[in-house]
């Protein structure tokens, strides 16, 4: 427990900066979590007590709960209320206005104490043992954080989904999960409830996730995590449960947040323009921002009219703002459908 803090409460809090002190001893006579699981909720009443289900299931002395109500509007805070005593070590902190998932998810970092943390979203679950078998991978290998597998849910059916990682088991610099640009790789599995994190990461402010972003916001946080931490390594694990088509889902959304993803990656594509091995990492994120552009023009038939014009004129200068250079390399190895329907769009912004 943090200095000049009294025993915690259920309801909101607020913490004061976090010292820098060794998490997997006792702090002043008071052990300290050895894992935070942070969950922002925000109108997912169906699919609720199946979450706080599973997080009892995997209950431990040493595990606390964060929940993060984002000012639902739907029967969540009730449900969030009648589970907060059935839970151990469980504390809702409540959004009085709607601030979106990723200032839940900081909100949830800002009152952690564990010396790891990992994040579940309020419509997904875990089986049974799930936590204690992430924990033991990380006490195992000694990393600053580790990726897993998840199960992919989709009414009754299941399919396990895998981490795209060279090796398991194994400590890497998490900069070898980066490129090469050609294959899939780690940050192409941009699912930050996947994996569990160090504490000291998100320390002094640091790991936190951009709150102007309403979408994309995990892929951006995937990236810069490969960029600044030291080790990592994929576990052999499938205990979480991604809950495919919940209608409200971000995935599912139709209005202006789909086109978040243009400034998340163009703020990726200027901190990879400045990082050290910017030659190594740019054509890896000129040629996803490319697959991430033709994806959702793709599928602009399902968004609302404004939003479809829009898109096109956004990513037409957004193709404009790559390095030209590094794009022609990507559009004369992506796939003909993808590379004709980009130069397109890179064609009609100029002539605009």
């Given at each position: ?7 915690r409460?259920n ?20 052990r ?6 942070v ?10 007590p ?11 002395p040493?595990?606390?709960f964060?929940?993060?109500?984002d ?15 059935r839970l ?13 998932v ?24 875990y ?28 009414g009754?059916?299941?399919?396990v ?56 916001e ?14 990592f ?9 991604y ?14 947040r789909?086109?978040?993803f ?5 703020l ?6 400045r ?6 990492f740019?054509?890896?994120a ?5 697959a ?10 399902r ?27 990507t559009?004369a ?20």
């Open positions: 427990m943090h200095a000049g803090i009294a025993p409460e309801g909101p809090i607020t913490l004061p900066a976090v010292p820098a002190f060794d998490c997997s001893i006792s702090v002043w006579g008071i300290v979590p050895k894992l935070s699981v969950v922002p909720f925000h109108n997912v009443g169906a699919y609720a199946d979450t706080l289900r599973s997080l009892a299931r995997n209950a431990d040493e595990f606390e964060l929940l993060v109500d000012c639902s509007t739907d029967e969540t805070p009730e449900i969030l209320d009648r589970w907060r005593d151990p070590n469980a504390t809702v902190i409540r959004h009085e206005t709607n601030l979106g990723a200032q839940a998810r900081n909100t949830g970092i800002d009152a952690a104490r564990g010396e790891y943390l990992t994040f579940l979203d309020g419509d997904d679950w089986a049974p043992g799930h936590l204690a078998a992430a924990v033991a991978g990380m006490d195992r290998l000694g990393c600053d954080f580790a990726r897993t597998d998840h199960v992919l849910a989709e009754r059916k299941r399919h989904k895998y981490a795209p990682a060279k090796v398991r088991d194994t400590v890497m610099d998490p900069r070898d999960g980066i490129s090469p640009a050609s294959m899939v790789t780690m940050v192409d599995y941009p699912f930050v409830p996947f994996g569990i994190y160090r504490g000291s990461l998100f320390r002094d402010g640091a790991s936190r996730f951009e709150t102007s972003l309403r979408t994309a995990d892929r951006l946080w995937i990236w810069r995590l490969h960029l600044t931490a030291r080790t390594a994929a576990l052999s694990l499938h205990g979480v449960f809950r495919r088509g919940v209608t409200t889902s971000l995935t599912q959304i139709t209005d202006n789909q086109l978040d243009i400034p998340s990656y163009d990726l594509l200027d901190e990879v323009s990082d050290r091995d910017a030659d190594r740019l054509p890896k000129v040629r996803t921002y490319c991430m552009i033709a994806f959702h023009v793709n599928k602009a038939g968004y609302e009219p404004e939003v479809a014009r829009r898109l096109r004129a956004d990513v037409a200068d957004a193709l404009h703002r790559m390095p030209q250079q590094v794009l022609d390399e559009l190895t992506m796939d003909t459908p993808r590379s004709t329907l980009l130069r397109s769009l890179r064609d009609t912004g100029r002539t605009s």
